[in-house]
């Protein structure tokens, strides 16, 4: 399905101003997006504390509450982002999620906090497919992956902002405020993504790659065997990615002491210094790959991630702090560097006429995976081994990762082969 690359037109090697214009204005939201998904995950203890909650429970707010609409809904917001005004999904999908994200702080049970979750994560389900798409019509086909990577650096720089504002504002005003503080700016800026000018479908593509699936041609996407691989690879890759956030910083606070304040700083500079480069350049190396083939992209984020898993395993299971925390920091930049690659292949296989409903499916299986079933197996199992009494235990359960690193890179690969013929 996927095409190989084609000389640009003049019209498709210009891009303008308001193109860049928009890409940053996306990034700033996904900023957001990602601030209030990862905030949670820095507050795990005090609200552990608070409301004496088990592994398992802080499993299910912090990943599977968000993930069961967040993935129910990416295929239908993707198949309406192909459909509709994306733009305006984009703008009322951030006034749903900055105003339960700041709701988060009036939960005294863990019922509330997990219906405010999930309605975080119906509001959040809008974005992806729509801002990928949008961008995709903004930026051809040999700049999609640069672009795409700009616009995933929203993930590491929100994380590094809820790490180190979270555990900030944690210490001086408690995590209730630090919720509402956060969170519901989130409206202002929804303000400025209505006035967005929805650009024209498939502007960006040639006539080879438009002619060959309409937006009713939904089997595309079962009968491309690169798209398995493609999406059950990035879903493994997913599992080691999201616990990064959602695991690590409560190790470090109860099994070595680190305060949250502490954990916030080192984990922030780690996702803006090796996050944001990683995730803002890893989509300029990956065109490059594809230059070669068209399954060049998936090669490259194949290596990265099974690279992933000696760092998971340095980071797990040594005793030294430094190593500890450096193999953190290169896992800070590694998980995250193939999200820009993913979208842009999901795009070149679709075409623009499915682009939503494609984006959509390939997050309704990484975040079934990823955040939905991957986290409360992790916490399940962390409780069984008593890491509530040894804290340390937390690490044998954390094994799971390297593990999902290497089934992911292996997927992929055998995805780049197949998209290569």
Request: proline fraction near 5%; hydrophobic fraction near 50%; aromatic fraction near 12%.
């Amino acid at each position: 399905m996927i095409h190989p690359s084609l000389p640009e037109t003049s019209a498709q090697a210009r891009i303008p101003a308001y193109a860049w214009y928009v890409l940053g204005l996306f990034c700033a939201v996904y900023i957001m997006n990602f601030l209030d998904r990862t905030l949670m995950f820095i507050l795990f203890a005090p609200i552990k504390r608070e409301l004496i909650f088990s592994d398992l429970q802080l499993a299910l707010l912090g990943s599977t509450s968000f993930a069961i609409f967040y993935t129910a809904l990416g295929i239908p917001f993707g198949r309406l982002a192909d459909r509709t005004t994306r733009k305006n999904m984009i703008a009322g999908g951030l006034v749903v999620w900055s105003v339960f994200s700041g709701l988060t702080g009036v939960a005294t049970d863990f019922w509330t906090m997990f219906g405010c979750r999930v309605m975080v994560g119906i509001g959040e389900a809008t974005l992806g497919p729509a801002a990928l798409s949008i961008l995709s019509d903004y930026f051809p086909l040999k700049r999609r992956a640069t672009a795409q990577s700009l616009y995933s650096a929203g993930i590491p720089i929100g994380a590094a902002a809820a790490f180190f504002l979270g555990g900030v504002l944690n210490d001086s005003v408690g995590w209730r405020w630090t919720f509402y503080l956060l969170s519901f700016p989130g409206i202002v800026l929804a303000s400025l993504v209505w006035f967005v000018r929805e650009p024209v479908r498939g502007i960006t593509e040639s006539a080879s790659t438009t002619k060959h699936a309409s937006n009713h041609d939904w089997r595309i996407l079962i009968k491309t065997p690169s798209l398995y691989f493609h999406t059950f690879g990035y879903a493994f890759a997913a599992i080691a990615s999201n616990s990064l956030s959602l695991w690590i910083p409560t190790l470090f606070n109860r099994a070595y002491n680190m305060p949250l304040k502490d954990f916030g700083v080192m984990a922030g500079i780690s996702s803006l210094i090796a996050g944001g480069v990683a995730t803002a350049f890893g989509g300029a190396i990956a065109d490059k790959f594809r230059e070669h083939n068209n399954g060049g992209r998936m090669k490259f984020t194949a290596l990265c991630i099974v690279f992933c898993a000696p760092l998971w395993l340095t980071l797990l299971l040594s005793d030294n702090m430094t190593l500890m925390i450096g193999a953190y920091f290169l896992l800070s930049g590694l998980n995250l560097i193939w999200l820009g690659p993913a979208a842009a292949d999901m795009h070149d296989v679709v075409g623009p006429n499915l682009r939503g409903l494609g984006i959509g499916v390939y997050f309704f299986v990484v975040g079934i995976i990823g955040y939905g079933i991957a986290p409360p197996i992790v916490g399940k199992v962390s409780d069984l081994l008593g890491a509530m009494q040894n804290p340390h235990q937390m690490t044998y359960a954390l094994l799971l990762l390297p593990a999902s690193c290497i089934v992911g890179a292996v997927l992929l690969w055998r995805g780049s082969k197949a998209l290569d013929k």
